[in-house]
């Protein structure tokens, strides 16, 4: 009698140190009661429901910085949803503290607590602390970068390690002077970004629903939805609510090589950054063409709801589709205006 059990791409997401257990006590069970040999597997929409899913966490932190971006002290308080069962997530903390400690905060302080709740237990799931520990360090660094309007790429590399404080954060696996290299690096990787020219087109429709294409394609790395979030963005101002009502309404179309001419490839993980930049230049140019209509239905009839606005624009004849091609600016390190606070 033999059991195999199986997860559909299991390689792809992480999530199967632990969770695999249900599927092999379910085949277990199967075979010893059918007396014979059984092979389970699972649909990747079933995968996903029992193995995937971060931790979802709380963070709050106080941190001190002075007038030129230098952070002088950071705390912080970590709470981690293990759900019912712990799991993998003792070895979370650990973890996710490790990749805060990618900048020197000066001095560091920190309380964590794994909490158990009546949740689903919470599993590892691809780079399982890292992912969380970086997403909080930038969080943190981008916050203190918009409080000084500053440039991110400034704060970041005045708060990067240098050895001696390497030493104190990471202690003896630190390594050896002579192989310090981070800012040189970074230097380097900021004075030469390899950003791809990309287009974009965005067409609003009578009914107001707005179609997207892009020169890249999603492979699961959330292209389309960062795409979905930029065209709201970019048309929100002509919204009361600010673009929250545009998100519904948006879809993206996967375009060809007729429509986006110069798509390009996809890759070099900067496609998802250079494709929202072509959304919002053409954005841009929609919003200069309805501003004009949006003030004169303002002053008749004070706020203008999205469809009452694109319905005077139809009668109107203006054109509803504008279309970018956004290329790389060598100097380019980000707009400020993007910049998000924590």
Not at 182 to 187: A, G, I, P
Not at 241 to 247: A, F, R
Not at 302 to 314: D, M, P
Request: glycine share 10%; aromatic share 6%.
């Amino acid at each position: 009698m033999s059991v195999s059990s199986l997860e559909e791409s299991e390689e792809a997401f992480g999530g199967k140190a632990m969770k695999a257990i249900h599927v092999a006590c379910a085949c277990a069970v199967a075979a010893f009661k059918l007396r014979r040999p059984v092979r389970m597997y699972l649909d990747r929409k079933t995968d996903m429901i029992i193995a995937g899913g971060r931790h979802p966490m709380k963070v709050k932190y106080s941190v001190g910085f002075k007038s030129d971006g230098k952070i002088t002290a950071l705390h912080l308080d970590l709470g981690i949803n293990a759900g019912i069962s712990p799991d993998m997530s003792p070895f979370m903390p650990g973890a996710i503290i490790g990749a805060l400690k990618k900048y020197n905060w000066g001095t560091l302080t920190f309380d964590t607590k794994v909490c158990k709740t009546n949740v689903s237990s919470k599993s590892a799931m691809r780079g399982p602390g890292d992912v969380q520990g970086s997403f909080i360090a930038e969080a943190i660094i981008e916050h203190v970068a918009s409080a000084l309007s500053i440039d991110t790429n400034t704060i970041r590399r005045k708060n990067l390690h240098d050895f001696e404080s390497l030493a104190v954060f990471y202690g003896e696996s630190v390594g050896e002077a002579s192989t310090y290299s981070l800012v040189s690096m970074f230097d380097k990787l900021a004075s030469s970004p390899e950003l791809r020219p990309t287009p974009g087109k965005v067409s609003i429709m009578n009914d107001g629903s707005i179609a997207v294409e892009v020169g890249g394609v999603e492979i699961g790395q959330g292209l389309w939805t960062k795409v979905k979030q930029m065209t709201a963005f970019g048309l929100g101002q002509l919204c009361p609510d600010g673009g929250e009502c545009l998100l519904e309404k948006v879809r993206v179309i996967q375009a060809d090589t007729l429509s986006m001419i110069q798509g390009g490839f996809t890759g070099g993980s900067t496609t998802s950054e250079t494709s929202c930049e072509a959304v919002r230049l053409s954005c841009a140019a929609l919003v200069e063409r309805l501003k004009p209509i949006k003030e004169g239905l303002e002053a008749k009839a004070g706020t203008v709801e999205w469809s009452a606005l694109i319905a005077q624009a139809c009668m109107v004849s203006v054109n509803l589709s504008a279309q970018a091609y956004w290329t790389p600016d060598p100097t380019f390190t980000g707009y400020p205006e993007l910049r998000s606070c924590h």
